[in-house]
């Protein structure tokens, strides 16, 4: 009922406006991190800069990447502009189902994108995806808490470390957690957490002839290491956290530590949101001494589908959303700390942008990170805390479930783990590799 008398009541507008156009409008898929959502408020002044009105679809993480999946693999032609990431970016150019960025302005400045940013995102040389942000994954903790315990935390931790001090922190009367991360199931939730931990501790996914090695010794480590730790010192039913459910956790005061996105620093340190803004401190990702930290690096980008008929209008939006000038409309707004991060050099060079907290070990992080050789060990695959290969977003998906289930206590790690090794085998030889 309302849809036709909207419809007639559109079509009456028409009339008396004569032969005028009716105002165009994109349609763009996007996660429900903070970034994004501040993105969303900012929007009516690309509207009113444009005349080009934006539709949101704004949706939890792991529901977004299998809608998007879906839509573009299927031609679904739901969306002018997709909110992706470094995994599907290079797959999805190569297949030609995204729109190479091949022509943006020259007052977009293509060159100002931090290298690892620009090369994640393309194919052969070509962009095709722009970043909103880029993080790598760094460890935020409370500063008081580590005094408290008696501990200095080092500028570049050990996951023994790590542990000793979660420990210590770990307040149960208090309802503080020593440590908070991810178990939530989903290759770009708990997925990425702890193949990021494995590299650091020597586990790959697959070896150089692309067989799964969840049965060798370091996969065994890592997962053990990981449950025993969150089993003293994490949250109840860490196995179902992942990356807004532990933002929420820390920024109520309950957790010590939180080894997360470097994105997360605006959001931990902003005072309307965090009780706790005062007292976070900021290391690298820890390691095992074999030469590889855990830490991943990822960018949130923005792309426009081949199937869209409106891409003159996404290019123009992608180019505001993801410019120089977006972030200094809301430094302005909301101050330097609260601007997306990772995406482009010239913030980095910015004295403003150095004085924030976290803006160096954010950069550091960032540039520690190598997709090229991301393990201990030579991999076939490029990238850190995923492969990238069109089969793993499928197979990472099922073995996360496997390993949140013995997070949980509903099964072994030993379990889980030969589970993984059937679950990668089995598509692994379908596959054809």
């Known amino acids: 009922m309302h849809l036709t008398l909207r419809a007639l009541l559109g079509a009456t ?10 105002a165009e409008s994109i349609t763009i898929a996007t996660v429900n991190n903070g970034d994004m959502i501040r993105m969303q408020g900012y929007a009516s002044e690309f509207t009113a800069k444009t005349g080009i009105e934006v539709n949101w679809v704004t949706l939890e993480e792991n529901v977004l990447r299998q809608r998007v999946t879906t839509d573009i693999t299927t031609k679904g032609g739901q969306f002018d502009i997709m909110t992706i990431g470094m995994y599907e970016t290079p ?64 500028d570049a931790p050990t996951w023994e470390f790590i542990r000793e001090a979660a420990a210590k922190m770990t307040d149960r009367a208090n309802d503080i957690n020593g440590i908070c991360l991810r ?28 067989k799964p090695t969840f049965d060798g010794e370091a996969w065994k480590n890592t997962l053990t290491f990981f449950k ?12 179902t956290n992942g990356f807004n459910e532990n933002l929420s956790l820390f920024q109520q005061g309950k957790c010590g530590m939180w080894i997360d996105a470097t994105v997360a620093a605006s959001f931990v340190t902003n005072p309307k949101d965090s009780t706790v803004a005062d007292k976070v401190g900021f290391a690298l990702a820890p390691d095992n001494g074999l030469g590889k930290r855990s830490n991943w690096l990822w960018a949130w980008a923005l ?14 939006f992608i180019e505001w959303a993801t410019s120089k000038g977006y972030i200094e ?18 913030l980095y060079e910015n004295p403003e942008y150095q004085a924030v907290p976290f803006a160096k070990m954010t950069l550091d992080s960032i540039l520690s990170a190598d997709p090229l050789h991301p393990t201990v060990d030579p991999v076939p695959y ?48 379908a596959a054809g590799y």
Request: charged letters at 20%; aromatic letters at 10%; hydrophobic letters at 45%.
């Open 13 to 22: 507008a028409l009339c008396v406006a004569g032969a005028a156009a009716s």
């Open 91 to 154: 797959i999805w150019g190569k297949n030609g189902w995204l729109v190479p960025l091949t022509d943006l302005s020259a007052d977009y400045d293509v060159a100002d994108l931090l290298p690892a940013m620009a090369g994640g995102l393309s194919y052969e040389g070509t962009l095709y995806a722009a970043p909103f942000y880029g993080e790598s994954s760094m460890v935020m903790f409370r500063t008081d808490l580590m005094e408290k315990a008696g501990m200095t935390m080092p």
């Open 329 to 346: 409309l809301v430094a302005a707004k909301e101050g330097w700390a609260n601007v997306p991060p990772g995406a482009r050099t010239s």
């Open 382 to 429: 490029v990238g850190v805390q995923f492969a990238a290969i069109p089969e793993f977003a499928g197979i990472a998906t099922d073995v996360s479930t496997e390993f949140s289930a013995a997070y949980a206590g509903q099964q072994t790690v030993e379990e889980a783990l030969a589970k993984a090794q059937a679950i990668a085998t089995d598509a692994m030889e």
């Open 303 to 316: 792309a426009i589908p081949a199937g869209t008929q409106k891409e003159a209008e996404a290019k123009q």
């Open 228 to 239: 025993g730790m969150m089993d003293e010192s994490g949250p109840a039913g860490y196995a």
């Open 183 to 210: 178990g939530k199931a989903g290759w770009g939730e708990g997925g990425a957490f702890i193949t990021a931990m494995s590299n650091s501790f020597g586990a790959r996914w697959f070896d150089e002839d692309w």
